[in-house]
């Protein structure tokens, strides 16, 4: 097995999935998982998902959401409440702020990393 046949555990019902032969311009929001294989420019906001740029993915954007899985290239500024994952076929080209980052031998990427601890429980049960 390939390390890119595991791409991404099973997704809850509603992903929503930009296919290779689309092109994007503008800002991508919503709430629920998100699969981009195709073109996007401009913004994605998915605070509480995830958002996996696909293998045949071309996205120049700023991304926002709960985890990042990079198959393909991503350009511009990251930031992800919890996990960064480039995979071997990943190429990412910006500055991220994460919790986590794991990068795979043969990824490429290029930019700063700012790491920030999670919240404590009782910080966040105050919010």
């Known amino acids: ?44 906001i998915l605070e509480g998902s995830r958002v996996t740029i696909g293998r045949n993915a071309q996205v120049t954007a700023d991304v926002q959401a709960r985890d990042i899985v990079v198959l393909g290239s991503l350009k511009g500024k990251l930031t992800v409440s919890d996990q960064l994952d480039i995979r071997s076929t990943g190429t990412v080209t910006g500055n991220v702020v994460c919790q986590r980052i794991a990068i795979e031998e043969g990824a490429f990427f290029k930019g700063g990393v700012e790491l920030q601890r999670p919240e404590p429980a009782a910080a966040k049960q105050k919010s």
């Open 1 to 44: 097995m390939k390390s890119d046949d595991r791409v991404l555990p099973p997704e809850p019902e509603g992903r929503t999935i930009i296919g290779k032969s689309l092109v994007i311009k503008g800002e991508v929001t919503g709430s629920g998982p998100l699969y981009v294989d195709g073109a996007v420019e401009g913004s994605i």
